[in-house]
């Protein structure tokens, strides 16, 4: 087995019990009669939970331990490639899902002109106002994008790191349009004035973009363009409404093959050189052939499967409480709650959990995410569970009362989502949701109950449709919230299952 011979100093895997037998006690003694501190020595004998017994000969390793080490440390750095790499093979995921549906980038425009639904495997998307995908690709030089509508947008780079945003959260735009030129950062071109200009570490970048309604697509058809630098524009319009396609990363050892592509693609001035390091001792290094069989192969297939299940613990039960949006009343969390930076940064230190909790389920980073300020962004709380901590069963019925006058200036949402995909619920609903858009029944002290159930209750609901035999998670929505809701002084309840 192609395992790589080097020692990680600490192991959050392995819970090491160290006890010494009269063999190893005869060891250190021979040790302690030089005065050499016993702390710093090997017994003969380490017992481990993680690998069983570690045998030595006066502190040399046998060959059985090195072999068991050494798979257990590619196992565990595989493990750690897994769960840091999973905003790039999501990015990955999302921009070879475009490629799928014959989208080009610097050319196509993936646009949702009737909504997304179920049909789409796309991370915890919502149904209710249009999205716009595009991939941009900077390794030949600048791209244009000349926007003249009123949009939502951003950029994110092929390691999901956050670059700009376009239309109403760049201050230069409002909302009003622009005309922004997307620069690789080691591009030493000339660079013509009248520009919104970003750079990007990395070559390919995804630009997302939101518009308010469906009444808007045809303005934004009528006059976006998008073209290389110089180069008069070649472009196509993607509808993917209802179109069967997947964004989302693998959960087994194909993941690695992701990472991998990812990596051959990108310069490798892009990332962080010690995860570029850590993943080099599984085999994937820029330049190199990453083909794993046998006992290599087998041991990424374990670490994908003990990855994906960390990722799903952190996703489903934050053990991070401080991500509990109204702290322990409540099951509603928000997964950079503990930080509000679209960084996961917080006194010095990145919030790991945190951060694989979010990519998980989620696709899209920029500092709106976590505006605070009155009137601005979006918040978004999920849930897995009912009021007394039961995972959401899709064969059960459940409601949750919103109190009156929700602090907001546009609408709030609830949506359903597989807990499988993280993707829209496959329900006969094809909104997969229900919000204040439309027509809400109101109770008579003007609060709103929602009913989460597999068939619709009688009479005049607001119901969301839940599958039978399938679990489920709820993301609740607040477009443009105001202070009262960023001071947790408006509180929305758990559900309740009837």
């Given at each position: 087995m ?12 392995a819970?090491?019990q160290?006890a010494?037998?009269s063999?190893?006690?005869?060891s250190?003694?021979s040790?302690?009669s030089l005065s050499?501190?016993e ?5 003969n004998i ?6 069983g017994d ?8 046998s060959d ?6 050494q798979?257990?440390?590619?196992v ?6 897994f ?5 790039i093979?999501s990015m990955h995921a999302?921009l ?5 549906l014959g ?6 425009v993936?646009?949702?002109?009737s909504?997304i639904d179920k049909?789409?495997?796309w991370?915890?998307?919502n149904s209710t ?5 595009i991939?941009v ?9 000349d ?8 950029v994110?780079?092929a ?8 239309g109403?959260g ?8 622009g005309k ?11 660079i013509?004035s009248?520009?919104i200009?970003?750079?990007?570490p990395?070559?390919?970048?995804w ?6 309604s469906?009444?808007d697509?045809?303005?934004?058809k009528?006059?976006f363009?998008?073209h290389p630098?110089?180069q008069?524009p070649?472009m196509?319009?993607?509808?993917f409404?209802?179109v069967?396609y997947n964004?989302i990363?693998?959960?087994n ?5 992701e990472l991998?592509a ?6 490798i001035?892009?990332?962080d050189?010690h995860?570029?390091g850590l993943i080099?001792?599984i085999g ?5 052939e990453f083909n794993?069989q046998?006992?290599q192969?087998?041991a990424?297939k374990?670490?994908?499967g003990?990855?994906n299940?960390h990722a799903r613990?952190e996703?489903f ?10 702290g322990?009343d ?17 006194d010095?230190?990145?919030f790991?959990?945190?951060k694989t909790a ?7 980073i920029t500092?709106?995410?976590?505006a605070?300020f009155?009137g601005?962004?979006s918040?978004y709380?999920?849930?897995t ?6 995972a959401?069963d899709g064969n059960?019925?459940?409601t949750?009362t ?6 907001m200036?546009r609408?709030w949402?609830f949506m ?10 496959p329900t006969e609903q094809r909104?997969?949701?229900?919000d204040?858009?439309g027509?809400v029944a ?5 609060s ?6 597999p068939?619709?209750?009688?009479g005049k609901v607001?119901?969301v449709q839940?599958?039978?035999n399938?679990g489920f998670f ?6 443009s919230?105001t202070?009262?809701w960023h001071d947790r ?7 309740i299952?009837?």
């Amino acid at each position: 087995m192609n395992l790589r011979k080097s020692v990680l100093t600490l192991s959050l895997l392995a819970l090491t019990q160290v006890a010494c037998s009269s063999t190893e006690n005869e060891s250190i003694s021979s040790v302690n009669s030089l005065s050499v501190p016993e702390n710093i020595t090997t017994p003969n004998i380490v017992r481990t939970q993680a690998v069983g017994d570690l045998n030595f000969t006066d502190g040399y390793p046998s060959d059985e331990t090195m072999s068991k080490v050494q798979r257990y440390m590619f196992v565990q750095r595989a493990v750690n490639a897994f769960v840091d790499g999973i905003p790039i093979s999501s990015m990955h995921a999302m921009l070879e899902g475009g490629k799928s549906l014959g989208g080009k980038a610097n050319q196509s425009v993936l646009i949702s002109e009737s909504l997304i639904d179920k049909n789409s495997l796309w991370l915890t998307p919502n149904s209710t106002t249009p999205y716009i995908s595009i991939e941009v690709d900077v390794k030949n030089g600048p791209v244009v994008l000349d926007i003249n509508s009123a949009v939502l947008g951003l950029v994110d780079d092929a390691f999901f790191k956050y670059v700009g945003d376009i239309g109403l959260g760049n201050p230069k735009d409002k909302g009003k349009g622009g005309k922004y030129l997307l620069v690789h950062d080691s591009f030493e071109g000339e660079i013509p004035s009248g520009f919104i200009v970003l750079k990007t570490p990395t070559y390919r970048n995804w630009v997302p973009m939101r518009l308010n309604s469906t009444k808007d697509v045809k303005q934004f058809k009528d006059t976006f363009k998008m073209h290389p630098l110089g180069q008069e524009p070649k472009m196509d319009f993607i509808d993917f409404s209802s179109v069967k396609y997947n964004t989302i990363h693998a959960n087994n050892e194909d993941f690695y093959r992701e990472l991998n592509a990812v990596i051959q693609y990108e310069p490798i001035t892009a990332g962080d050189s010690h995860y570029r390091g850590l993943i080099a001792e599984i085999g994937i290094e820029k330049g190199k052939e990453f083909n794993p069989q046998g006992e290599q192969l087998a041991a990424l297939k374990e670490a994908a499967g003990i990855a994906n299940v960390h990722a799903r613990n952190e996703a489903f039960r934050p053990t991070n409480k401080d991500v509990y949006f109204y702290g322990d009343d409540r099951n509603w969390f928000l997964p950079f709650g503990s930080t509000m930076s679209h960084e996961f940064t917080k006194d010095g230190k990145v919030f790991i959990d945190d951060k694989t909790a979010f990519h998980y389920i989620a696709t899209g980073i920029t500092p709106l995410m976590t505006a605070q300020f009155d009137g601005a962004g979006s918040s978004y709380l999920v849930t897995t569970q009912d009021e007394k901590g039961a995972a959401l069963d899709g064969n059960e019925t459940y409601t949750i009362t919103l109190p009156p006058t929700p602090p907001m200036k546009r609408f709030w949402s609830f949506m359903v989502y597989d807990n499988q995909t993280r993707s829209i619920l496959p329900t006969e609903q094809r909104s997969g949701g229900f919000d204040s858009t439309g027509e809400v029944a109101k109770n008579q002290d003007g609060s709103v109950t929602v009913t989460f159930s597999p068939t619709k209750p009688e009479g005049k609901v607001n119901w969301v449709q839940t599958l039978s035999n399938k679990g489920f998670f709820v993301m609740f929505r607040m477009y443009s919230p105001t202070q009262e809701w960023h001071d947790r002084k408006y509180m929305i309840g758990d559900l309740i299952k009837q």
